[in-house]
């Protein structure tokens, strides 16, 4: 009887922890994204279903690969910035998880850095800005405190122009109509000004001159208030195709730190750096005068038509 009983409490145990086990694997969440904002050990992150908050805890594994194969390298969490795509699976649902495992790309991460290099100088004068609004928005209140019984003694010139107004409305309506016009032109870019900026071979270092140059096209870029820059890198054809890929990232990413760093260019005036690798070129790759027109990288300043007035 006894062994019986035992029996049937070991079996009930086995259903009740293979149970709790699908359970456990139901609520596996895997997805990707990109970190929009960090809280401490709590990550946003973008995803294309909506926004996911990641929690990360000292067991969770973060891991990049490592060259062609499976293998994953540790890493510490401080990776894990604004701006970096990833991978991310773990324990909970779509709002909120525990990560268990996060992989990203080493690339991502370079390109992540870049940006936040140029976020930062910016956030610095954001937090300027906003102090300097909230000392304007403190005076302007009590003016406007100061000024009701000023407001109230006014109410009557309030309405005469109120008609004024109104019998003008035609013109309030053109310059609408014209307003509108000229924001719907915003589509169409005109080049304003380029440049090429060439490398020595295997290299992505900025020289003296080409940083001059850069710096020129910078400049004039920010006469206008509505610009893009878009930056493309390319490489000659010596070597191994995703060598030259990955070198011709490398520059068009080193021009884009240039920018932002030393021009002080905003991030939302310049293109993602495209890495072309060895298309487009621009002179032949069978004469070493002619890959060096190739180690390149093209900027181009855009301005639309609505900023630029219709020029």
């Not at 149970?19 to 960090?38: E, M, Q």
């Not at 401490?40 to 990641?54: S, W």
């Not at 032109?185 to 900026?197: I, M, N, S």
């Not at 240039?258 to 060895?278: E, F």
Request: charged fraction near 20%; include cysteine; proline fraction near 2%.
């Amino acid at each position: 009887m006894t062994s019986r009983r035992i029996g049937f409490s070991v079996s009930l145990l086995a259903v009740c922890l293979l149970s709790l086990g699908s359970a456990l694997a139901a609520d596996k969440i895997k997805g990707k994204g990109v970190i929009t904002l960090r809280s401490g050990n709590n990550l946003t992150v973008e995803t294309d279903d909506g926004t996911t908050t990641v929690i990360v805890t000292p067991d969770t594994k973060v891991q990049h690969p490592i060259g062609l194969g499976a293998r994953k390298k540790q890493v510490g969490e401080e990776v894990l910035i604004p701006g970096l795509k990833l991978k991310f699976e773990g324990t909970g649902d779509w709002s909120q998880l525990t990560a268990e495992t996060i992989t990203f790309d080493k690339d991502d991460l370079s390109l992540a850095r870049v940006i936040q290099a140029g976020l930062n100088p910016t956030a610095q004068q954001q937090a300027k800005n906003m102090a300097a609004y909230q000392a304007n928005k403190d005076a302007t209140d009590a003016e406007l405190a100061a000024n009701k019984a000023d407001i109230a003694a006014h109410q009557q010139e309030i309405e005469a122009t109120k008609q004024e107004v109104a019998a003008n409305q035609q013109g309030i309506q053109e310059v609408a109509q014209s307003t509108q016009k000229r924001f719907s032109d915003l589509a169409t870019w005109y080049v304003k000004g380029e440049t090429t900026v060439r490398f020595e071979v295997g290299d992505s270092a900025i020289s003296g001159a080409d940083q001059q140059a850069i710096a020129n096209l910078a400049q004039h870029a920010l006469s206008y208030t509505g610009f893009v820059i878009e930056v493309r890198g390319y490489a000659d054809s010596t070597g191994k195709l995703q060598d030259n890929q990955q070198l011709s990232k490398e520059r068009a990413q080193a021009v884009v730190a240039y920018l932002l760093q030393d021009c002080h260019v905003p991030t939302k005036n310049i293109t993602a750096p495209g890495a072309m690798g060895v298309a487009n070129p621009a002179a032949s790759n069978e004469t070493a005068n002619g890959r060096a027109e190739n180690r390149r990288v093209d900027l181009k300043l855009l301005v639309n038509k609505g900023v630029a007035g219709g020029e």
